[in-house]
């Protein structure tokens, strides 16, 4: 247990001085297997490239699909479109507001939330720029409308977080609507509160907006589109896996389709578009299937079965509790909502199943708890925040303070809110 500690902090340590934990997680593997005493290349081929592999299988068509929609909406202009709508309806003093529901409405959409930054970003340097907003709220604002409550808690999101728990528990997306819908109007409503509030802070301290070189010129790089026809590939999206019940392959190429024919004027865009959603969704695939071949190798070792019994215990009769603990002890291991998902059900899915059946717990109202608690906490370790960082030239230093306030502290209130709730059997 001392070991499994120590690798974590080594871990987040490590990420947060920048190395990549592409090749981080093969590294402590080794480690991690050497002070174990188990065989380190065995334990490398087998049991890290073992999950590794599965997860990458598994949901390859999701990130793939989903990253192709993204890459394509931005170079379309539909995601601009999108943002413009909304900055235009909520006008420029509400820069936070109209890159908050941009990226709320783009992930809730389909679009890999990984993927989003590519698309907002060059839409929110302007705003933020117009409205003297400083630059360093933009990887907060944008993780706020796609790492939180469109990824963890909207009925019927079809990101990958949301739809996990359906392949242990035979729910639906729309699971628990009710308990979801209240988890998402707590974190939107206190998250923007926060960064209003953030905002008006660095303003008085004379922090405003601060130029940066490595930004697109919008107007040059970008065609212009009808925000209509840019919002009805992602509304089909929805419709097709909620309301037609597809696979989430079909609904997400149904979106791609669409788009296409309704952006056949910018065919030009396309290939290029193809193959730039094509390398991202590799990245950041590769990078969440690191965590979870790291996972696979701290639940191979010797005590895991202890830790196991343990996690099952936590709760006492809890089941939402024991479970919750599971998937977040997971979670910050792996820095990986999704691998946390994957690995705690893998290991122990079918123990909370029976537990469920045995004890009447609603399994919708289980679903929706797996997926808060493992939205709860996203570290600094996370493949989503090193990619925002990345991509707005932050260190951790300088921006995941505020990232830690709504992807950490404001998801844990409304997981804790929603624990409660369905604990007195209100949900």
């Known amino acids: 247990m001392l070991l499994i500690v120590l690798a974590l902090l080594l871990l987040v340590g490590f990420i947060y001085v920048g190395w990549s934990l592409i090749w981080v997680a093969p590294m402590l593997t080794f480690i991690v297997a050497l002070v174990a005493g188990l065989n380190p290349l065995t334990t490398f081929t087998d049991v890290y490239l073992g999950g590794l592999v599965s997860f990458f299988k598994s949901w390859f068509p999701v990130f793939f699909l989903g990253s192709i929609l993204g890459a394509l909406m931005e170079s379309t202009g539909s995601a601009r479109e999108i943002g413009k709508a909304l900055s235009r309806l909520l006008g420029n003093k509400r820069a936070i507001l109209g890159v908050l529901l941009s990226s709320a409405v783009l992930t809730y959409g389909g679009i890999s939330l990984f993927v989003v930054i590519f698309a907002l970003y060059p839409l929110a340097y302007p705003l933020f720029q117009e409205a003297n907003i400083s630059r360093r709220l933009i990887p907060a604002v944008i993780a706020l409308g796609a790492f939180t409550f469109t990824m963890t808690a909207i009925p019927g999101s079809p990101q990958i977080q949301n739809l996990i728990p359906t392949k242990y528990f035979a729910t639906t997306p ?212 090193i990619t925002y960082l990345t991509v707005t030239g932050f260190t951790h230093r300088q921006a995941y303070p505020d990232l830690a306030v709504v992807c950490v502290l404001i998801p844990t209130i409304a997981f804790l809110i929603s624990l409660f709730l369905v604990t007195m059997g209100i949900f």
Not at 182 to 211: D, H, N, P
Not at 244 to 268: C, P, T
Not at 322 to 343: C, F, R
């Open 174 to 385: 729309t699971a628990s609507p009710w308990l979801g819908t209240l988890a998402a109007i707590i974190m939107a409503v206190t998250g923007y509160c926060y960064l209003v509030w953030r905002e008006k802070q660095l303003r008085r301290r004379g922090e405003g907006f601060t130029e940066t070189q490595e930004v697109k010129n919008l107007d040059a790089t970008n065609p212009s589109n009808s925000a209509i026809r840019s919002f009805l590939p992602l509304l089909m999206v929805v419709i097709s896996l909620n309301l037609f019940h597809w696979n989430i392959v079909y609904a997400l190429g149904s979106g791609i389709l669409l788009l296409i024919l309704l952006q056949l004027s910018h065919y030009r865009r396309f290939i290029p578009s193809l193959n730039e959603g094509a390398r991202n969704s590799i990245i950041a695939l590769v990078t969440t299937s690191s965590a979870v071949g790291f996972g696979s190798v701290v639940t191979s070792l010797p005590t895991f079965p202890r830790i196991s019994r343990l996690l099952l215990t936590s709760g006492g009769s809890n089941v939402y509790f024991s479970l919750s603990i599971a998937i977040i002890v997971m979670a910050v291991i792996t820095g990986s909502a999704s691998g946390a998902l994957s690995i705690a059900l893998d290991a122990l899915g079918a123990q909370y199943l029976q537990l469920a059946k045995s004890t009447g717990i609603h399994l919708d109202s289980l679903h929706r708890i797996a997926t808060l608690a493992s939205g709860a906490i996203i570290p600094p370790h996370s493949g989503g925040i």
